[in-house]
T-cell receptor
C-alpha cells in the first residue's frame, strides 16, 4: 500500500520569496511521483512528474522538484513566487502495480502575500 | 483538442437518493478514473475504467458504480446517498498506450451536496 504525507497544510509566503512544499511518500515498489495544482473551483493541473532518470524535475510556471529515494521525498520548490501562485498543491504517487491509480496527499495551501 | 468535461457542475440531493455524474474524456483517451475529494482533503481514487470494464477500484463500497461507453465518456453512479458522500467528484482521463505514469487530465469536477 502507498501513502503520501504533505507535512504542511498551509504555507504563507511573501511575493518574490522562495518556497518549498514538502512531500514524503511510502511505497514498497518503484514509484512515479507527481505534483498537481488546484485553483479555486477548478480541477487539478499537472505541474510536473518524476518517472525515472534525473532526480531534478522541472515543471511549468517555474516550479521544480527533487526526487530523493533514500529520504522518500519529493519536495516542490520555486525560487520566487507570485500572487498568482496562490492555490492548493497536491503531491501524488503511482506505481507499476496500480496502473494509473494515484494516491494523493492531503494538500498544501500556498498563500502568497503582497 | 477538447479537455475533460463534467456535468453537472453542482448538484444537491437528499440522503437515500441516487445520483449520476457524467464525464466526457479528452479526445483520444481510452481510460477514465474517478476520484472523490472531500472538503479540505486530497482526492481519493474510486475506480478506473478501460475499454468499458472496471480496471481497478479503491476502498469504496459497491453502491459506487460506473460505466464507460464506446466513445470513452463515462458515468459515476452512487446509490443510497449518505451525508459523507458530499464532496467534489473529479474525473480524469489518460491514454494508457503512453505507458505507466502517463499524465492524467482532470475535469473541473462536480460538487455534490447531500442534505
Amino acid at each position: 500500500a502507498q501513502s503520501v504525507t504533505q507535512l504542511d497544510s498551509q504555507v504563507p509566503v511573501f511575493e518574490e520569496a522562495p518556497v518549498e512544499l514538502r512531500c514524503n511518500y511510502s511505497s514498497s515498489v518503484s514509484v512515479y511521483l507527481f505534483w498537481y495544482v488546484q485553483y479555486p473551483n477548478q480541477g487539478l493541473q499537472l505541474l510536473l512528474k518524476y518517472l525515472s532518470g534525473s532526480t531534478l524535475v522541472k515543471g511549468i510556471n517555474g516550479f521544480e522538484a527533487e526526487f530523493n529515494k533514500s529520504q522518500t521525498s519529493f519536495h516542490l520548490r520555486k525560487p520566487s513566487v507570485h500572487i498568482s501562485d496562490t492555490a492548493e498543491y497536491f503531491c501524488a504517487v503511482g506505481d507499476n502495480n496500480a496502473g494509473n491509480m494515484l494516491t494523493f496527499g492531503g494538500g498544501t495551501r500556498l498563500m502568497v502575500k503582497p | 483538442e477538447t479537455g475533460v468535461t463534467q456535468s453537472p457542475t453542482h448538484l444537491i440531493k437528499t440522503r437515500g437518493q441516487q445520483v449520476t455524474l457524467r464525464c466526457s474524456s479528452q479526445s483520444g483517451h481510452n481510460t477514465v478514473s474517478w476520484y472523490q475529494q472531500a472538503l479540505g482533503q486530497g482526492p481519493q481514487f474510486i475506480f478506473q475504467y478501460y475499454r468499458e470494464e472496471e480496471n481497478g477500484r479503491g476502498n469504496f463500497p459497491p453502491r459506487f458504480s460506473g460505466l464507460q461507453f464506446p466513445n470513452y465518456s463515462s458515468e459515476l453512479n452512487v446509490n443510497a446517498l449518505e451525508l459523507d458522500d458530499s464532496a467534489l467528484y473529479l474525473c480524469a482521463s489518460t491514454d494508457v498506450r503512453g505507458g505507466r505514469g502517463n499524465e492524467q487530465f482532470f475535469g473541473p469536477g462536480t460538487r455534490l451536496t447531500v442534505l
